[in-house]
């Protein structure tokens, strides 16, 4: 019942912009902190971004500050990051987490000429 489903992943240039967005269903999203992790090839999974229930903390990796931006539509059970400037480091599988538990599958982005 409870789905983390992300989309927006795909190949950038460097330099360039995605939108990640998280489709959450079978949990209470709007009372809920919202997280973005990524997991490169033979490292660690790592915190990239969180968002408080309303919106009024948000949290970033030192990584990506500056860069990319977390948001969320609690009407649409969305959470969003928008990345910008992106390079080669970024690459990795994006993953939304909620602070109930659960994980998404992950997307995805890969930053290459």
């Known amino acids: 019942q409870v789905q983390l489903v992300e989309s927006g992943g795909g190949l950038v240039q460097p330099g360039g912009s995605l939108r990640l967005s998280c489709a959450a269903s079978g949990f209470t999203f709007s009372t809920s902190t919202m997280s973005w992790y990524r997991q490169a090839p033979g490292k660690e999974r790592e915190f990239v971004a969180g968002?408080?229930?309303?919106?009024?903390?948000?949290d970033y990796a030192d990584s990506v500050k500056g860069r990319f931006t977390i948001s969320r539509d609690n009407a649409m059970k969305r959470v969003y990051l928008q990345m910008n400037s992106l390079n080669a480091e970024d690459t990795a599988v994006y993953i939304c987490y909620s602070s109930r538990g659960y994980w998404g599958q992950g997307t995805q982005v890969t930053v290459s000429s």
């Open positions: 968002m408080s229930s309303t919106g009024s903390i948000t």
